[in-house]
């Protein structure tokens, strides 16, 4: 699907971009990869190990309108992610996020459509789903972004869809690196906020897999869901410093016990696959049969009240996956 393509990703420099890329490269040969980013020293970094002859680094704030729409010129695929991630930050500083992970998203929307993209796909987060704190706000709005631009592309090819997953192990920000940063310092105890708290865990380069897959499957509107598995933070803690006690420091300002992927207020619109859930959009205009999707899965509707929350999983990870998982 991508040989001969371009394929642009935005953020391209974080965790996300780097496995993206290096997959990429050793499953297809395309034509060119355009890594859009703000961040010239990462960037650099980057271009001494991904510097294939397809390679393109364009320095650029999804914020420019004008900046992303000569990045996209000839483009066929997208993947948008960049966005400001850090919770706590985005309480402090509410309108710079607002300004990347809402404003950046329509225009990430608009220079697709103007350059005639074939495909988009946005990466989510469960904080999305029923959000209580602002960053999981403006990517739901984001999300909302992303499935509705479907409505404005009349008879262009343009099509959008989202793809949400959970935490995703050992990426920057998770707290693996600073379980294990506490470790090395010697640490006698590791701070949980709450011993009943789990996350939905998933390996980044299934994660990549599934943004590739879903490439396939969309036919736009659709959040793309993984079914993945749980942990709770206790067998974190065991499973990276073993019989080292925790000290349980309370909940944060805007966290969650459980994290929610598939909210039960949209159950209506929520179909089951046999490795995926898919949200509907709440406006089609396209009339689409999201039952079956382009690679000829079929999909069935969930029952009434359903919800797919880190606590309700039926699959939860051992201190002994969760140790293997986590070198």
Request: net charge neutral.
């Amino acid at each position: 699907m991508f040989d001969g393509k371009t394929i642009l990703i935005t953020g391209g420099t974080g965790s996300f971009g780097k496995k993206f890329i290096e997959i990429l490269l050793s499953k297809y040969s395309p034509k060119k990869v355009i890594v859009y980013s703000r961040d010239e020293l990462k960037q650099f970094e980057m271009q001494q190990v991904f510097n294939a002859p397809c390679m393109r680094y364009f320095i650029g704030d999804v914020r420019d309108e004008k900046r992303i729409s000569m990045a996209m010129y000839k483009v066929d695929y997208v993947v948008h992610a960049a966005a400001l991630k850090q919770v706590p930050a985005a309480e402090y500083n509410p309108m710079e996020c607002i300004k990347t992970n809402i404003n950046g998203a329509q225009n990430v929307i608009n220079a697709a459509i103007a350059s005639g993209v074939k495909k988009v796909i946005a990466l989510s987060t469960d904080k999305a789903a029923n959000p209580i704190n602002l960053y999981g706000a403006t990517k739901l709005a984001s999300d909302k972004l992303f499935t509705a631009a479907n409505n404005l592309v009349g008879d262009r090819e343009t099509r959008f869809a989202v793809v949400r997953y959970g935490n995703v192990v050992g990426s920057r920000g998770s707290v693996v690196p600073f379980f294990k940063k506490l470790i090395a310092e010697g640490a006698t105890e590791i701070p949980v906020t709450d011993p009943r708290m789990t996350r939905f865990w998933l390996k980044l380069e299934d994660g990549v897999e599934f943004v590739l897959k879903n490439f396939e499957r969309m036919q736009g509107g659709e959040i793309f869901i993984p079914k993945i598995p749980s942990m709770r933070i206790t067998d974190l803690a065991e499973a990276i410093a073993p019989n080292v006690p925790i000290k349980v420091i309370g909940i944060r300002p805007g966290e969650k016990l459980h994290e929610v992927m598939c909210p039960s207020d949209l159950y209506y619109d929520t179909l089951e696959f046999h490795d995926h859930f898919v949200i509907k959009p709440s406006t089609d205009v396209q009339k689409m049969d999201y039952t079956r999707n382009a690679l000829g899965e079929e999909g069935h509707p969930v029952s009434d009240g359903f919800d797919y929350n880190s606590g309700n999983n039926p699959h939860f990870l051992t201190v002994k996956e969760l140790r293997e998982m986590n070198p």
